[in-house]
T-cell receptor, first 110, second 115 residues
Framework: GQSLEQPSEVTAVEGAIVQINCTYQ??????LSWYQQHDGGAPTFLSY????GLEETGRFSSFLSRSDSYGYLLLQELQMKDSASYFCAVPNQAGTALIFGKGTTLSVSS | ETGVTQTPRHLVMGMTNKKSLKCEQHLGHNAMYWYKQSAKKPLELMFVYNFKEQTENNSVPSRFSPECPNSSHLFLHLHTLQPEDSALYLC??????????????FGAGSRLTVL
């Protein structure tokens, strides 16, 4: 079967750097995605890694190591508005949809 | 209207009621999805439609019945639900291609409470 593991909660202060890890088990692999969901809002796409290495998009970066079945989301220069839940996701076995982890709730304080 | 629109945003129903959730996407995507989000099992895949054909039913009870009349509209018909079905029901769409990335655009969700 498929499964994704990520920490349930992370706390940090404004201006800090935080890393949210994700380990996955899947048969076949077609990339690791990250989504952000603010309380009461819809999940929104952040990043996608198909190959090993770091992808940078502004303050957010995402890393993938396919040999370790591991990835992380790195958030720099944290702001209060970054307080949200962050989900990692991989394609399902049929490749028709995404399977999500249970999410990591990030709380940023001043 | 842009993006993915879901109605109603909130719904309260009794266990014997029949109701429907509606989703409409204005993005020209070819795939649509229903996900269930609850505290116990966040973002649980329910149904997948590709070019309005159902390609996946993720072992969902028959009291949930999806309908996709065209590639822009998706419904979730609800009947004889249980209190444990109370959750946020999220619709999403994407443009499936061979690039590998399957970027989902979600609607704001329909918050369902079953009494």
């Amino acid at each position: 079967g498929q499964s994704l593991e990520q920490p349930s909660e992370v706390t940090a202060v404004e201006g800090a750097i935080v890393q949210i890890n994700c380990t996955y088990q899947t048969s076949g692999f077609y990339g690791l995605s990250w989504y952000q969901q603010h309380d009461g809002g819809a999940p929104t796409f952040l990043s996608y890694n198909a190959l090993d290495g770091l992808e940078e998009t502004g303050r957010f970066s995402s890393f993938l190591s396919r040999s370790d079945s591991y990835g992380y989301l790195l958030l720099q220069e944290l702001q209060m508005k970054d307080s949200a839940s962050y989900f990692c996701a991989v394609p399902n076995q049929a490749g028709t949809a995404l399977i999500f982890g249970k999410g990591t709730t990030l709380s940023v304080s001043s | 209207e842009t993006g993915v629109t879901q109605t109603p945003r909130h719904l309260v129903m009794g266990m014997t009621n029949k109701k429907s959730l509606k989703c409409e996407q204005h993005l020209g995507h070819n795939a649509m999805y229903w996900y269930k989000q609850s505290a116990k099992k966040p973002l649980e895949l329910m149904f997948v439609y590709n070019f309005k054909e159902q390609t996946e039913n993720n072992s969902v009870p028959s009291r949930f019945s999806p309908e996709c009349p065209n590639s822009s509209h998706l419904f979730l018909h609800l009947h004889t639900l249980q209190p444990e079905d109370s959750a946020l029901y999220l619709c999403a769409s994407s443009q499936r291609d061979n690039s590998g990335a399957n970027v989902l655009t979600f609607g704001a969700g329909s918050r369902l409470t079953v009494l």
